[in-house]
């Protein structure tokens, strides 16, 4: 059997292991597949598109699925089957990285299922699989029949040492100052996803620009690939609105629309918007007779259309917004701290109809999160869940696991907010921070960060500094757009862009950008980032106005810590044969241990009492005991000259009758 293997080249820099992108053997049944290399990081990328479309759908249904094989590094699964299962919330992100570059992408009104699917199935610990499985999902796109507009191209972009590094190794990835991941056509970057270490704007802006160069290197192989191997684009049905029926709704709904997207309060607008839409579909069935039935749903969609030009139309043209706010204006913040009696944290951020309650856990080592995963074990000790209920925006709905944009949601905050938490040799606890979400109209992943590090600091968290979320819109039409700071829900649903910036006064510490345009250029991404300091400062100053610093007390219910040193030599003494001292100090006193490197001993007890039996412990194993100090102990045998007591697990001495 003929191989007709296809292999392009990509190489980024002169001394960078180069991208291999190959097709032609592998996984041949599919629309288009890639399998693509870099370095000995391999990842299997297929594209897939239904024949029919699903009946009474009026969105694109793509799915991304994102697997790490753990034999791509030689492991067996952990757990009882011993075989992968659901995805991990690591998977879970990087599908939805895949999917948000590619999915403004596809043709308005195209409806057929597409799945993608990206498997790692090699992984050398040093080239990261996840932009090397967008750069493959858009180059198995570019080859097939499946209707794509693109090509779309990724990179990584870190700082280290004042340089600039594109696609840095894995290793590197904790000391870089920042770590962006930029997707874009050739045109314009299309998202950003990023974590920073007190980065400024400027900064940003120059790493933009130097990933959308090597961008650019990505999209040329990949027009070569289609000019060279790509298949005729399938002829597909265009669900898009015909322009008959789109004119007709804009003229008969163009004034009550108008006065019902300019109503003042989320669910009085939202009824306002679907009270105008039940009205004129019931002129429209008296007018169109059984006629109607048939074009309901394209009407339907006219309806979502010209609600979004009414929108558009108001912001651009009238230079205001749609609840009546200047494009910089942010929406009025209350804040309350402390108001869960029980939490060893807590907050309540309310930013005009977001609002989220925030708390804070602090915990020992054992309650760090472990991570099994094809990069090692590893534990986290610092943890951000997010949860949206269906309550939060009115609906009644499944309350269960964490869903894709619930997962997103925490990674984005916990990412921001890693930076100014403390290290563990001065802050040795575990930590632990819920955002719930009581309501919800636009940036609650921004009020979780805000809310977040005002519950760290109620909990007496020495953060470094205070940090902020802002969420930045863009309207953008014709040559005119409207930058906007602090978007709400329908800001986001029909405008051109989500940019949520958060950091400390100082900097930049995590964003996240998705568009639904074509792109954004350096100089709006300039305005944006400027626009978004000036909200992120104002939000600042008044969560300092609620709670200035981090409190000097930990809560009551928080469990307390002593560090201890002692000579690394003696560590095996604490420990004892087969864990059997530090064992009995826990089980005896009701402390939990942390032995550090170098001898570091941090206990933890929920009082000073267990506290202090520990150390007595301690020091007795130790054979440091102190001249006059009372030391408690369990007499092990009677004798007529006197008793055996043990002060210490293995530790006995003779306390004589004299």
């Not at 074509?518 to 300039?526: A, F, K």
């Not at 506290?611 to 194993?621: C, G, Q, R, T």
Request: glycine share 8%.
């Amino acid at each position: 059997m003929e191989k007709n293997i296809k292999s392009y080249e990509i190489r980024l820099g002169s001394n960078a292991e180069p991208i291999i992108l190959e097709t032609g053997w592998k996984a041949k049944q599919t629309n288009g597949s890639i399998w693509a290399k870099h370095g000995e990081t391999v990842v299997l990328v297929t594209a897939v598109m239904s024949k029919k479309v699903p009946e009474d759908i009026d969105f694109f249904p793509l799915t991304v699925n994102y697997i790490e094989k753990f034999y791509s590094v030689g492991k067996i699964p952990g757990g009882f089957l011993k075989r992968e299962s659901k995805p991990s919330d690591k998977e879970t992100l990087i599908a939805r990285l895949i999917d948000r570059p590619l999915r403004p992408i596809f043709p308005d009104g195209f409806r057929n299922e597409v799945q993608i699917v990206a498997t790692v199935v090699s992984s050398d610990q040093k080239n990261s699989p996840d932009v090397l499985s967008i750069n493959a999902a858009s180059a198995a796109l570019m080859i097939s029949d499946i209707p794509f507009n693109g090509p779309v191209g990724a990179v990584r972009v870190g700082k280290l040492n004042g340089e600039y590094i594109i696609n840095p190794d894995a290793d590197l990835f904790d000391q870089l100052v920042m770590n962006i991941v930029l997707a874009g056509t050739e045109d314009a970057i299309v998202m950003v996803e990023a974590g920073l270490k007190n980065v400024s704007e400027e900064e940003v802006v120059e790493a933009f620009e130097k990933g959308h160069q090597a961008i650019r290197e990505i999209i040329a192989v990949q027009k070569k690939m289609r000019e060279e191997l790509g298949l005729p684009k399938a002829d597909y049905k265009d669900f898009s609105v015909p322009s008959g029926i789109l004119e007709k709704v804009y003229a008969d709904c163009k004034q009550s629309l108008f006065d019902a997207v300019m109503t003042k309060g989320k669910k009085e607008k939202y009824d306002a918007i679907d009270r105008v839409k039940d009205e004129y579909f019931e002129k429209l069935k008296t007018e169109l007779g059984e006629a109607f039935s048939e074009v309901e749903s394209l009407y339907s969609e006219a309806y979502h259309e010209v609600e979004k030009k009414i929108f558009r139309e108001i912001t651009l043209e009238n230079k205001i917004r749609v609840d009546g706010r200047r494009y910089d204006e942010i929406r009025p913040i209350d804040i309350e701290v402390g108001l869960l009696p029980r939490a060893h944290g807590s907050a309540l951020f309310t930013r005009g109809e977001t609002q989220a309650l925030v708390s804070t856990t602090l915990g020992t080592k054992m309650d760090s999160q472990l991570v099994d995963d094809i990069e090692g074990n590893s534990s986290k000790r610092f943890m951000l869940h997010y949860n949206f209920p269906p309550f939060s925006v009115g609906e009644v709905g499944r309350m269960g696991a964490p869903g894709r944009r619930e997962v997103g949601h925490g990674a984005l905050a916990e990412r921001a907010l890693s930076f100014v938490i403390p290290d563990e040799s001065e802050f040795p606890y575990t930590i632990r921070v819920v955002s719930e979400i009581l309501e919800s109209n636009g940036s609650s992943s921004m009020a979780t960060v805000c809310g977040g590090c005002l519950s760290l600091m109620d909990a007496g968290v020495p953060v470094k500094d205070m940090v902020a979320g802002i969420a930045m819109g863009l309207i953008y039409e014709k040559g005119r757009y409207a930058i906007l700071s602090d978007i709400m829900g329908i800001e986001d649903h029909l405008g051109d862009m989500d940019f949520k910036v958060a950091g400390t006064k100082d900097g930049i510490t995590a964003l996240q950008m998705d568009i639904k345009i074509e792109g954004l250029s350096m100089d709006l991404v300039r305005e944006a980032l400027a626009a978004a300091k000036v909200g992120r400062l104002h939000i600042l100053s008044k969560m300092q106005e609620a709670l200035a610093s981090p409190r000097s007390d930990l809560s009551p219910y928080a469990p307390r810590f002593v560090t201890i040193n002692v000579d690394p030599e003696k560590v095996g003494l604490i420990i004892g044969p087969a864990g059997k001292n530090i064992k009995a100090i826990i089980e005896e006193t009701g402390v939990s241990i942390d032995i550090l490197d170098g001898g570091v001993v941090n206990i933890f007890a929920s009082s000073k009492d267990s506290i202090d039996s520990a150390i007595a412990m301690i020091e007795a194993i130790l054979g440091e005991l102190t001249i006059d100090k009372v030391y408690k102990g369990k007499v092990k045998k009677l004798m007529d000259y006197g008793a055996f007591v043990e002060i210490a697990p293995g530790i006995e001495a003779l306390l004589h009758v004299s």
